[in-house]
């Protein structure tokens, strides 16, 4: 067995027995367990910078700080201010039956946690799950990419003795990923492909374990015939280009009504050249190869590549022309700067293309008109949503995220979160001298009678 196999099963072990001394974390506890991992957090920002460029090869300082590190700070802050009302038991109502019986929903933890966080954002995907986990109550074990090892000695540094008796993190390769899934959690968080994600769901299944799966997909930006063209020119290219498309609702393909197709490759063209900073790169070779073998395919089949920015380096943001359903790239997700343009003529053929494929993580509507974008929302399902913008529907702290279908399942940010780590105990409490027992086991005549005119007459 590795080492890092064996760390695992201490950690799960120590922490499940950590669980069963101690069920109850206070609210105390977590408050100060929150703000202690925010501070770390807050003292690391330019190790982790650092850090992050080095696993990237070059990550620009805005994917790390902005994209990566400020949402994770966000959410941190958010759950250790929400957490206190989130917490209060709720009180529910009962019938007849139940009187003079109170009736409440208590928020308590589930146990202990595992989160097996990707490489594309090696901080938020880590620690924005684990805010909420740790908000509910629970231990803490996080998975952490093996392609961000200098990333991974930074976040170890964040942990002090005291956040270690709730928080840990484990790395290593495939092999722990697949124990680390086959481990009977209390609850399990992915965030990865769909491939891989259905091998975590049959791992969790084994042992019965709660799964929340984020898993992306083609999430399509659409220009309707109003959209103002400038504007989604602009938006499309930000979503596109942030940490170079590795994202998992970055824009994966445009439909753009035939009548705007020259003016937006126009307009998305102007904007990407005015670009002075250099791009974040593909994180790595294989990653590169990837991307490599999705655009030489599309070209063989009749594409044609627009390069936004000269140079041919791997990050290049790139158009591609004349793509049809025969290609790859109109099949896989991209996870990186390509950008397959498509046209359509009417919306109703725009909606059909949609929905004849896997249900997407994000949906990306351009329009001036309301009747316009509701018109598709309506029609064509995803996990979130965003009218004339994008990336942004994620960053809002308070709104839950998550997938639908193909794209995954559970969800995580607002109380969304903290209810997705949450056991929800129904709790009725009966005075003890009320005879309701009594009344029904002797089947009371007196008793049937009023629930009869309560309730069983027409």
Known sequence: MSEQLCVLDKVFSQFKQAHEREPIMSLVQRKQALLTLKHALLDAQEPLIAAASEDFGYRERFDTLVSDILPTIEALEYCRKNLAKWAKPEKRQGGFAHFPSSLHVHYEAKGVVGVVSPWNYPVNLALSPLAFALAAGNRVVVKLSEYTPAVNQVLKTLLSSELKRYVAFIEGDAQVGAEFSAKPWDHLVFTGSAHIGKKVMRSAAENLTPVTLE??????????????????????????????????????????????????????????????????????????????????????????????????????????????????????????????????????????????????????????????????SEQVQSGTLAVNDTLMQVSATDLPFGGVGASGFGQYHGIEGFYTFSHARSVLKTPHWWPRAKLLLHRSPWLLKIVTWLYLKK
Not at 219 to 238: G, K, R
Not at 354 to 368: G, R, S, V
Request: proline share 5%; with cysteine.
């Open 215 to 376: 898993l992306g997909g083609k999430s399509p930006a659409v220009m309707l015939p109003c959209a103002q063209v400038n504007h989604a020119a602009t938006q499309i290219a930000f979503g596109k280009s942030t940490n170079a498309g590795q994202i998992c609702v970055a824009p994966d393909f445009v439909l753009v009504h035939t009548s705007q197709l020259d003016s937006f490759i126009t307009c998305i063209k102007a904007e990407v050249a005015q670009l002075g900073h250099r791009p974040t790169k593909v994180i790595n070779q294989a990653q590169a190869n990837r991307l490599k073998a999705l655009k030489e395919d599309a070209l063989s089949k009749g594409a044609k590549a627009l390069e936004l920015i000269n140079g041919g380096d791997q990050h290049v943001l790139t158009l591609l022309l004349n793509v049809d359903d025969s290609m790859r790239v109109c099949q896989e997700e991209i996870f990186g700067p390509l950008l397959p343009i498509q046209t359509y003529e009417h919306i109703e053929d725009a909606c059909a293309a949609l929905k004849a494929q896997p249900k997407p993580l994000a949906l990306y509507l351009f329009a001036t008109k309301r009747a316009h974008w509701q018109k598709v």
